[in-house]
């Protein structure tokens, strides 16, 4: 990507004539929510990188999902697409080295201090934390998406140039 290129949307306007943005751009964010706590309900799993597949596998689906819903598409090849996509998930795959960090911290941290009964419970605390940062990063990733969906559609709305 070219330092020229940032800012730029390969969004385009394909039908967004007679579409309600506002309540399209509530009825996306409640379907990244719910997204998001299935994204933090498998970061709570301790099964390696399985919370980076579901994550990956939900994100391919919802997007190119939110973006339909705006009446928009995607005017770059199907190529472009894929690295779109792949850009998505390498944001998404830094959630393995934070869980794993915020795992391995918590538990350290709790044997250290608080001592061998409480830090039965850290892990616990681990996979909550875990979870929390899984929704957080999830929903700003999809929040991220619709509102550029929105300002594109919204602009197209209005006669504008994106």
Same mark, same amino acid.
């Given at each position: 990507?070219?330092?020229?290129?940032?800012?730029?949307?390969?969004?385009?306007?394909?039908?967004?004539?007679?579409?309600?943005?506002?309540?399209?751009?509530?009825?996306?964010?409640?379907?990244?929510?719910?997204?998001?706590?299935?994204?933090?309900?498998?970061?709570?799993?301790?099964?390696?990188?399985?919370?980076?597949?579901?994550?990956?596998?939900?994100?391919? %689906?919802?997007?190119?999902?939110?973006?339909?819903?705006?009446?928009?598409?995607? %005017?770059?090849?199907?190529?472009?697409?894929?690295?779109?996509?792949?850009?998505?998930?390498?944001? &998404?795959?830094?959630? &393995?080295?934070?869980?794993?960090?915020?795992?391995?911290?918590?538990?350290?941290?709790?044997?250290?201090?608080?001592?061998?009964?409480?830090?039965?419970?850290?892990?616990?605390?681990?996979?909550?934390?875990?979870?929390?940062?899984?929704?957080?990063?999830? %929903?700003?990733?999809?929040?991220?998406?619709?509102?550029?969906?929105?300002?594109?559609?919204?602009?197209?709305?209005?006669? %504008?140039?994106?």
């Amino acid at each position: 990507m070219n330092l020229s290129d940032l800012g730029k949307s390969s969004l385009i306007a394909k039908n967004v004539n007679g579409l309600n943005l506002e309540q399209i751009r509530r009825e996306c964010q409640e379907l990244a929510k719910s997204r998001a706590k299935i994204s933090a309900g498998v970061a709570i799993v301790p099964v390696p990188f399985l919370d980076v597949a579901v994550d990956v596998g939900m994100l391919t %689906k919802l997007l190119p999902q939110i973006t339909e819903r705006f009446g928009l598409e995607d %005017k770059d090849t199907a190529e472009a697409r894929e690295k779109n996509i792949k850009d998505k998930v390498l944001a &998404v795959g830094g959630l &393995v080295a934070t869980r794993g960090i915020v795992n391995k911290t918590v538990q350290g941290f709790g044997g250290r201090i608080i001592g061998k009964q409480v830090a039965k419970y850290v892990p616990l605390g681990g996979q909550i934390v875990a979870g929390t940062i899984g929704y957080m990063i999830f %929903k700003k990733i999809t929040f991220d998406h619709i509102e550029e969906c929105y300002r594109v559609a919204k602009s197209a709305q209005q006669g %504008k140039a994106v």
